[in-house]
């Protein structure tokens, strides 16, 4: 049908027709191409051009658009076959209409085609509108899009990895911290408060007294947070008895520590049953002093 036959409304409706973005054909029932646009004949073209063919407008009446696509074999052979059974199933009334999208790449870059398949309304015998629009640039920004997920991911666990560590230094931070501070107290309370007070005790001048107090009350500012931090996580021992387990482990006799700390040796031998029973060495064939070194 050529243009001087054509109405004035069937001129305005080949206008819009061939003014649309989208690639568009018309088929029959038996998938045969009865009306194609612009759009879709230039693309045919520019993709002959792309390939090394003629580049000439092709008229694609006539042709069969389901056999064109049930018979491909090249690498979009799977999209063209979905295509052809989706079309099909339209034409036969099984589903009012099929969409599909699939890739359509060249040598000029990557691209993408989301594809619609309707029965035209009112048409006798079933005709489908089939048209396939651009959709590069959705799928370019999804691809981005995706890469940045998994960057943002893969920064995420590092992150996470990183916590964990840091997390495993500052318990092994506080644990060193504990240790530390027993270490302190056990020394304190067992070598320096006691002899102070044996040294205050003695024939001290004034100034030397009160000297010695200035220096107690100092310690005992230090040290008494740290005592009852230890106490309430189960340190037993009083400061004469890690005194004597501080002597014993030395390799003092009863003899020598009642000595040294002016006590009897009785006091000795008490504090250290204390020892063994607060320890656990129920073996009497256990050595205190070879026990106190391995704790060591």
Not at 12 to 24: G, K, V, Y
Not at 80 to 99: H, P, S, T, Y
Not at 151 to 165: F, G, K, P, V
Request: aromatic letters at 6%.
């Amino acid at each position: 049908m050529t243009d001087l036959h054509l109405t004035y409304s069937d001129q305005l409706i080949r206008s819009i027709f061939d003014s649309l973005s989208a690639h568009i054909a018309i088929i029959d029932h038996r998938g045969r191409i009865l009306e194609t646009n612009a759009a879709w004949r230039n693309f045919s073209r520019d993709n002959r051009q792309d390939s090394g063919e003629p580049s000439q407008i092709i008229d694609f009446t006539g042709m069969n658009y389901l056999h064109i696509c049930e018979a491909a074999t090249d690498e979009g052979a799977r999209d063209a076959w979905n295509v052809a059974g989706g079309i099909r199933e339209v034409i036969q009334k099984k589903r009012d209409e099929f969409l599909y999208d699939y890739p359509c790449h060249s040598p000029e870059g990557k691209r993408w085609f989301y594809m619609r398949a309707i029965r035209m309304a009112g048409a006798d015998p079933v005709q489908v509108i089939v048209s396939h629009e651009d959709i590069t640039e959705l799928k370019l920004a999804q691809e981005s899009l995706k890469q940045h997920q998994d960057i943002l991911e893969e920064q995420n666990q590092r992150l996470e990895e990183a916590n964990i560590a840091l997390k495993v230094l500052i318990e092994q931070r506080e644990k060193d911290k504990a240790e530390t501070e027993k270490h302190f107290l056990t020394h304190i309370r067992a070598f320096v408060l006691p002899y102070i007070s044996k040294l205050k005790s003695g024939n001290l001048g004034e100034r030397d007294r009160t000297l010695l107090g200035i220096v107690e009350d100092q310690l005992n500012q230090v040290v008494s947070p740290l005592m009852q931090r230890m106490d309430n996580a189960g340190v037993m021992l009083t400061p004469q008895e890690m005194q004597v387990a501080a002597l014993v482990k030395e390799g003092k006799t009863t003899a020598e520590i009642a000595d040294v700390l002016y006590i009897s040796e009785t006091t000795v031998s008490f504090h250290r049953k204390n020892l063994r029973t607060k320890l656990g060495l129920k073996n009497k064939g256990t050595n205190l002093r070879s026990f106190l070194l391995s704790m060591s």
